[in-house]
């Protein structure tokens, strides 16, 4: 069974840190790129970051562009999206999320994607 599974989320002040992982099962997550989004109450879902593994490239939204980093471990089978300087306007549900590479995508939109987690809750809060 094809299944991604989100962890890591929480409150945490401003300026804290936080590490969301991704595990993957039922496929091998380095075939595929990953994608992470999130998605605040009464908005959009939103593109955070993204990595291809096949360009060995990385992307981000310009919100979290020197603050968060995406990452991928082979042999867990896992991604990870590490957050830091946190601020009250990055509080939303992340998601992950994995999708076939094709040329001339853009994975920072939700729609390339075809397989998603259940989503992690992130706060940001004193």
Known sequence: QVQLVESGGGLVQPGGSL???????????????????RQAPGKEREGVSCSLASLGSAYY??????????????????AY??????????????????????VGTNYLLPRAYTTWGQGTQV???S
């Open 81 to 102: 999206l590490q957050m830091n300087s946190l601020k009250p306007e990055d509080t939303a549900v992340y998601y992950c999320a994995t999708a076939r590479f094709r």
């Open 123 to 125: 706060t940001v809060s």
């Open 19 to 37: 590490r969301l992982s991704c595990a993957a099962s039922g496929f091998t997550l380095d075939d595929y790129v990953i994608g992470w989004f």
């Open 61 to 78: 939204a310009d919100s979290v562009k020197g603050r968060f980093t995406i990452s991928r471990d082979i042999t867990g089978n896992t």
